[in-house]
T-cell receptor, first 109, second 120 residues
């Protein structure tokens, strides 16, 4: 099945810093989503981005489908950005969303 | 627009007891998913429904787990009997409509808050 790798596994930032999270996947995809799982466990949709670039406030994402990777950019990080960021993909050969292992982000004031 | 609703949020039971989780998807979403999330890991699919039909239950441990979506709207996931290893978060998600090809915006999934199960 499709493999999804995220890096880095852990990230510690001071408030105001910028960061880039990466997601590599091993097959062509028809769905790629970025989620933020907050400390209370809620999975929050950040982007639906099987290809292209999107921006939403301080967050932006780019997926280069031909090279099988996606990047999530967080600018001017805030303490409320803390949590785990998951990349999840669905390939043309499967009908299920496969999650990466996540990047745990901690933002300190 | 209301999101995916799940109840209960937390459940503590003793092993060998039964337990049930309920999910109400976003209005108009035909596809419903149940996921299992173990501590420190990403969610894993247990079962997917297209309307009332379970179209992918390959990861559901059928000896003790069962699910139903009788009217194509809300769904119940049951464990009977529960084991210590079932302690996890059970997440429900929904998407608009996978369509025949399952592509496009229709397969964006939205998750509920989950039910955290502790089996003692």
């Amino acid at each position: 099945g499709i493999q999804v790798e995220q890096s880095p596994p852990d990230l510690i930032l001071q408030e105001g810093a910028n960061s880039t999270l990466r997601c590599n996947f091993s097959d062509s995809v028809n769905n790629l989503q970025w989620f933020h799982q907050n400390p209370w466990g809620q999975l929050i949709n950040l982007f639906y981005i099987p290809s292209g670039t999107k921006q939403n406030g301080r967050l932006s994402a780019t997926t280069v489908a031909t090279e099988r990777y996606s990047l999530l950019y967080i600018s001017s990080s805030q303490t409320t950005d803390s949590g785990v960021y998951f990349c999840a993909v669905e390939s043309y050969n499967t009908d299920k969303l496969i999650f990466g292992t996540g990047t745990r982000l901690q933002v300190f004031p | 627009e209301a999101g995916v609703v799940q109840s209960p949020r937390y459940k503590i039971i003793e092993k060998k007891q039964p337990v049930a989780f309920w999910c109400n998807p976003i209005s108009g979403h035909n596809t419903l998913y149940w996921y299992l999330q173990n501590l420190g890991q990403g969610p894993e699919l247990l079962i997917r429904y297209e309307n009332e039909e379970a179209v992918d239950d390959s990861q559901l441990p059928k000896d003790r787990f069962s699910a139903e979506r009788l009217k194509g709207v809300d769904s119940t996931l049951k464990i009977q009997p529960a084991e210590l290893g079932d302690s996890a978060v059970y997440l429900c998600a929904s998407s608009l409509d996978r369509g025949e090809a399952g592509v496009g915006l229709y397969n964006e999934q939205f998750f509920g808050p989950g039910t955290r199960l502790t089996v003692l």
